[in-house]
């Protein structure tokens, strides 16, 4: 059926609801013999091609100032991926010019918490618009949402909602929960058809580029940032020239471009203007600019600049103390020292339960011929400890008792080391830090922190003989965990912290990380602890190293596949993967190729690439079926996959209207793996959101026999998987307070 046909069963369906009056909760409800897929109608592939015709501005600072400068309200436009208002406003409304005419006298700004660019900015420093919403960038619309939510969302994070704010930070009005989209449109028009304020005129088109460059107006700084791109260099410099006599209100996205270019002395100017900012919007790019390999001075400046926007803004401190404390070597913990004690004692074969036990009774029996030493009683902890560790309830019919069995033994571990130090440890080789440790991490597992932190931080300060250790390993883990703690709660409430606990952080993971002991989940806390705190560059090494040790890591995977989309783009990562699959083909490595393919096939769907995300989802059902072979242990996990891969193409095929083969697509995920009906894919839709659509246009075609072969396999599905996500409801006394089908966020993959 062509994509036309399928744009005139949609209007047929909704051409009379539309006009339907918004109302309360007391009476709105979905007109007689009209279902929701009909009412909000799903964008079809021709749609999502269609340029956004609204503009919304790049932050809530940028709005504020062109509000007041033009004397026009602020309309907040809230949106989700999936739910299937939302889907229907970005994908059909707010891309047509009549709609965006309605827009038009506001300055509107967007909010969404899904990505749907890996990236917002290229190489060179160019931005990549979100294909969503176009204007912005996903961390534009991601960033501007938290802040709105505390202004002006009461506390319910709902979409799709439309919020008209005045020059004085008051709210007109706020719509969600409507059951159509004319009476949103009608508040809107009725806004501003009640103002009393009279908008300023806007003078855009005799302005020449280099005034433009002040200008706050989304429209203006695409216009600047399109002529330095294209622009001579004579031009870029006199750009540059002039952002640099605005202070700490040059247009960061402008000096971007100059950072990320190859010109040397161009990209100096940039740095001197950027270290000069007063934006928010800064801090990230200037994180970026310490990245690169700069002379002393020009790196204090960029901190010393941080260290300013920290006065107000707490990321800016910490991104401060951040490039401070990962750079300095001034912690507790002797990294050389450890490693050194690590090489010179490799670590013994694991002994067994059985085998502890009988260390144990060995002790007692020595300490019952002649009395107990501290010696004796430490040896009695340590073993105590590592017997604790290798219980395993999971099999015992009675977990309750294994559970308080093990915290037992853990208990036992920790007042034999109590003993051992109260006999004092004078003699005993390595005694002080082999009774912190077993202290730290007997406290540890019995959730005393305090106790344990403390231990752990006592430990820290002393290289122990056996470094390789059960109780050395987790000393280093549980002073690791301290010091986060500590930064993570002084950030939270906005207090100062030293920039050696940072330290202590990356030093003691650097022992975890060579530690025999070691586990992937302390690459994987490390590099998300860092990362978090904005060191991008020294995260991305820790990932590395993770990788080489753990290859078959799914955290540090999930990890490489978001730093292949941020650097390289969707592009690259199936290249990424296929090549690492030809120099090492495993089954595990086959699947993470499989979903690195179902990422890309994604990636192609945002961007209306139809054909390309078709014959992508092909790839990766080829590529899970692959790792089945491999390994036939995978076969479960590959089918829910290929089932996910199966319904992805039905969705695209859905947009384009070919609902016959759409149907078979679907009926192939559910026969796949049914279990996996109900699991959202990257853009936040499940097969059974596409089966609910489906079905709809199958009656309106009068696709009889698609539609009773659809009905059959979706009887074979379990119902809990079919009913409406949790963000939706289906009847106006579900939805809480203002009526209406309620659209909450859900979280996406």
């Known amino acids: ?18 006009l339907a009056p918004w109302s309360s909760a007391a009476s709105a409800q979905l007109p007689q013999g009209v279902t929701r897929e009909q009412m909000w109608y799903a964008p079809t592939a021709d749609d999502w091609k269609k340029p956004v015709q609204l503009t919304f501005q790049r932050t809530w600072d940028d709005a504020i100032a062109l509000s007041k400068e033009q004397k026009r309200p602020i309309l907040v436009c809230v949106n989700m991926d999936g739910e299937i208002a939302s889907e229907h406003y970005a994908g059909v409304r707010y891309r047509l010019p009549e709609i965006a005419k309605l827009y038009e006298p506001y300055i509107c700004v967007i909010a969404s918490v899904y990505r749907h660019n890996p990236r917002d900015y290229d190489e060179e420093g160019r931005r990549i618009p979100c ?16 802040m709105l939510y505390e202004k002006f969302m009461d506390g319910r994070r709902i979409a799709p909602r439309h919020i008209m704010v005045e020059l004085d930070g008051s709210e007109t009005y706020d719509v969600f929960y409507a059951w159509d989209t004319d009476s949103v449109f009608d508040r809107i028009k009725k806004g501003i058809a009640e103002r009393t304020v009279v908008a300023e005129p806007i003078v855009r088109g005799d302005k020449s580029i280099l005034e433009r460059v002040k200008s706050r107006d989304v429209r203006d700084r695409e216009a600047v940032e399109q002529a330095f791109a294209a622009g001579q260099p004579q031009m870029k410099d006199s750009m540059l020239k002039v952002a640099g006599t605005m202070g700490g209100d040059a247009p960061v996205d402008l000096l971007r471009m100059g950072v990320m270019g190859l010109d040397v002395e161009r990209a100096n100017a940039a740095r001197r203007a950027l270290s000069q900012s007063n934006q928010e919007g800064a801090i990230d790019l200037i994180g970026e600019a310490l990245k690169a390999p700069l002379a002393e001075a ?28 990962l750079a300095s070597r001034d912690g507790g913990v002797d990294v050389k020292g450890w490693a050194q004690a690590i090489e010179a004692q490799p670590p013994q074969d694991a002994a067994d339960s059985y085998a502890l036990e009988a260390r144990i009774r060995r002790a007692e029996d020595a300490a019952r011929k002649e009395p107990r030493s501290a010696e004796q009683v430490l040896t009695m902890a340590e073993s105590t400890l590592e017997l604790a560790a290798r219980q395993d309830s999971s099999g015992s019919r009675n977990a309750r008792d294994a559970e308080r069995f093990t915290q037992l033994l853990f208990e036992d571990a920790r007042e034999q080391a109590r003993r051992a130090q109260q006999l004092g440890l004078a003699n005993v080789a390595d005694g002080a830090f082999r009774a912190h440790a077993v202290l730290a991490a007997a406290s540890w597992q019995l ?15 002393l290289v122990p003989k056996d470094a390789s250790s059960y109780s050395a390993m987790l000393t280093m883990q549980v002073f690791a965990e301290a010091r986060q703690t500590a930064i993570v709660n002084a950030i939270r409430d906005k207090q100062q912290w030293k920039r050696e606990w940072l330290t202590d952080v990356h030093t003691a993971y650097s022992v975890l990380e060579r530690h025999p002991l070691g586990q992937d989940y302390h690459f994987v806390d ?45 592009e690259a990562l199936e290249r990424v993967y296929v090549q690492l699959l030809q120099k090492q083909p495993d089954a595990d490595l086959a699947w993470y190729t499989g979903y690195a393919t179902m990422v890309v096939a994604e990636s192609h ?22 790792c089945s072979t491999m390994n036939p242990t995978n076969a479960g996990n590959a089918d829910h996959y ?5 319904a992805g193409r039905s969705r695209v095929l859905l947009e384009q209207g070919l609902l016959v083969p759409s149907t078979q697509e679907l009926i192939t995920a559910l026969r796949t793996k049914p279990e996996a009906t109900a699991t959202f894919d990257g853009l936040n839709l499940s097969a059974s959101d596409t089966a609910r659509m489906l079905r709809t246009m199958l009656r309106s075609q009068k696709l009889d026999d698609q539609l009773a072969q659809l009905e059959a396999a979706l009887k074979d599905v379990d119902a809990d998987l079919l009913k409406l996500p949790a963000y939706e409801f289906q009847s106006p006394d579900q939805a809480p307070q203002n009526g209406g089908p309620a659209r909450q966020r859900a979280g996406g993959r």
Not at 1 to 18: D, K
Not at 131 to 146: D, L, M, N, Q
Not at 309 to 322: C, D, H, Y
Not at 605 to 626: P, Q
């Open 642 to 646: 290929v089932a996910m891969a199966h």
């Open 605 to 626: 769907r945002r961007r209306g690439e139809a054909d390309l995300a078709l014959t992508a989802y092909d790839r990766a059902i080829g590529r899970f079926r692959e």
């Open 298 to 325: 020009e790196r204090r400046q960029l901190v010393d600049a941080l260290k300013r926007l920290g006065e107000s803004a707490p990321q800016a401190r910490t991104l401060a103390l951040v490039h401070e404390g």
């Open 131 to 146: 294909p969503r919403f176009g204007c912005v960038t996903c961390g534009e619309h991601i960033a501007i949402e938290p």
């Open 447 to 461: 959730r005393d922190l305090d106790a344990a932190y403390a231990a752990a931080e006592a430990a820290s300060q």
């Open 1 to 18: 059926m062509a994509t036309a046909s399928v744009r005139s069963l949609f209007h047929a369906a909704s051409a009379a609801i539309l």
């Open 526 to 570: 490390h590099f998300d602890f860092v990362k978090a705190l904005g060191g991008k560059g020294q995260a991305h090494a820790i990932l590395d190293a993770g990788i080489a040790r753990f290859p078959a890591s799914s955290s540090l995977h999930e990890r490489m596949r978001s730093r292949i989309l941020e650097e390289q783009g969707a």
